[in-house]
């Protein structure tokens, strides 16, 4: 298990369009992968699950993930959170 922690600099935060990046981009891997702030813990594949969390600009976050392939799931994440690509 890979556990990154992570802090929003976008100005958009991780709504509408940023969140829906992510869970394009989660959902490319087998990994379980979760986005937990404080006591909550969602599915960061649920765009419903990434939006409930109303994560804005300076708001410190994890990606959590599980699988044969976490390594790299959290590392294309971690691209998209910090550039706004995961390329």
Request: hydrophobic content about 45%; cysteine-free.
């Amino acid at each position: 298990m890979i556990r990154k922690t992570m802090t929003i600099e976008n100005f958009e935060g991780l709504q509408s369009r940023p969140a829906a990046l992510l869970v394009q981009v989660a959902g490319k891997y087998t990994s379980t992968i979760w986005i937990e702030q404080g006591s909550k813990r969602v599915n960061a594949k649920s765009i419903m699950g990434v939006l409930s969390l109303r994560l804005v600009r300076g708001d410190e976050f994890q990606i959590v993930a599980r699988g044969d392939d976490e390594k790299q799931a959290v590392a294309a994440l971690t691209r998209l959170v910090e550039t706004g690509s995961a390329e």
